[in-house]
């Protein structure tokens, strides 16, 4: 489909969207405790629907109210008898859910859709095995079926292309009673999602590791097991959406964003950080955020351990005077596109430069043109054509949106 954007202003009162973060990790958390968990705010989103499918699919049973927001959680006993789960788009089900599968001994299939079936997953290739799982896999991508049980050991993994393989490993290390074994880390990037991991493992009642520094994760195998058969969960507001609705805001608002909480241990919280450096027009009130427009400068942001603000900010960026300093390009090459040259492209058609020198991004601010742009069927660049329509001399136009 075809969205066309025109030049508007904005005002009201909008929800940030449940986080699919904070749902998905509490989907997991849910289905590997024992007795009832309810998760409250849920979130509903493809990539949410897709894990609780992948729950039921590995031998749980889900009561979704869409009208309450509530998913209500509870294993069957025994193991499953269904031998595929689907993760949709979702990179983090996927890479989340492929250890958790590989504690069953029954021998399941793992298929996706769209991007996610081509992008790279031979971490599994190479660390599964090791934990005495049989793996097979289309040349490091989707399809692959593993067949456990896994069993925990000493490892070294590197975490440089995603924190997510690591949640995967943490959880299902957990809920295999490990002990006495750790997991070692190189390059871990995206600390903030792992901090994510660990707090709603403890707040499901699941068994911590020690977390020595980000390099090493300990599980001693000590102290009591599960103390609770009910676990209430409320999944945070989004930052990673509400990104957008704050620089949308900052850039033709005004809008307080409810919802998201600013004690969140997520990466995109730092959104924050970059409207205070671009001098953005923030007030904190007692329900939300309030971000209206203001005369902003060119700022200068790291965005290694949270790359999916990488297209808000771009936005933000185009918005100052001057030109803007985003760190981290390297972790944009295996998104759903490869987001540093979409984000290149298409902003380049709205008149927009914007340069990449090794891991650095350059962009300069300007007026926007009115265009025709493409998605490259990656949401967040729909998403950031959309706000940067908003502000444009004319009609932006977003195909495949």
């Known amino acids: 489909m075809k969205a066309a954007i025109h030049p508007s202003n904005i005002s009201g009162i909008v929800q940030a969207p449940a986080s699919k973060s904070s749902m998905q990790r509490a989907l997991a958390a849910a289905y590997l405790t024992k007795g009832k968990s309810i998760i409250l705010n849920a979130g509903f989103s493809n990539d949410d ?7 039921k699919e590995l031998g749980a ?29 979702s990179g983090l089900s996927m890479r989340m859910f492929t250890p958790i599968a590989a504690l069953q001994e029954t021998e399941i ?16 290739d190479e660390i599964l095995p090791q934990l005495g799982v049989t793996i097979q896999s289309n040349d490091g991508k989707l399809p692959i079926s593993v067949k456990g049980p896994l069993q925990p050991k000493n490892i070294e993994i590197d975490g440089s292309l995603s924190s997510q393989f690591l949640t995967g490993l943490l959880m299902a290390y957990s809920a295999a009673c490990a002990k ?32 020595k520094n980000y390099s090493e994760f300990y599980f001693s195998g000590e102290g009591p097991g ?4 009910h676990h209430e969960y409320t999944a945070e507001g989004d930052w990673s959406g509400g990104a957008f609705l704050l620089v949308a805001a900052a850039v033709a608002g005004p809008v307080t964003v409810h919802g998201l909480d600013l004690n969140s241990s997520q990466a995109d919280k730092k959104i924050m950080d970059a409207l205070y450096n671009a001098n953005a027009s923030v007030a904190i009130e007692a329900k939300g955020i309030k971000v209206r427009p203001a005369k902003m400068t060119a700022f200068k942001f790291d965005a290694t351990d949270c790359p999916d603000l990488f297209p808000p900010l771009v936005v933000l960026a185009a918005s100052c005077m001057g030109s803007s300093r985003i ?8 998104k759903e596109s490869n987001r540093a040259k979409s984000l290149q492209t298409e902003f ?3 008149g927009i430069d914007v340069s990449i020198n090794d891991d650095e991004m350059i962009v300069s601010g300007g007026k926007l043109k009115a265009a025709v742009v493409s998605s490259h069927h990656d949401h967040r660049i729909a998403m950031a054509c959309t706000v940067a329509g908003l502000i444009a001399e004319g009609e932006v136009v977003i195909e495949n949106a």
């Open 226 to 229: 599960q103390t609770s058969n």
């Open 327 to 334: 760190t981290g390009v390297k972790r944009l090459f295996h």
């Open 49 to 55: 629907k897709a894990a609780i499918s992948i729950i």
């Open 348 to 350: 380049g058609k709205m």
């Open 109 to 124: 299939l793992i298929t996706g859709e769209g991007s996610l079936v081509n992008r790279p997953m031979n971490f599994f």
């Open 180 to 211: 006495n074994v750790s997991i070692k880390v190189k390059n871990l990037k995206s600390k903030p999602y792992i901090n994510l991991t660990l707090d709603v493992m403890k707040q499901f009642g699941m068994k911590l590791p020690v977390n």
């Open 61 to 89: 049973t889900a009561e979704v109210n869409q009208a309450e927001r509530t998913v209500t959680i509870e294993k069957k006993t025994g193991t499953q008898t269904q031998r595929t789960i689907h993760c949709g788009e």
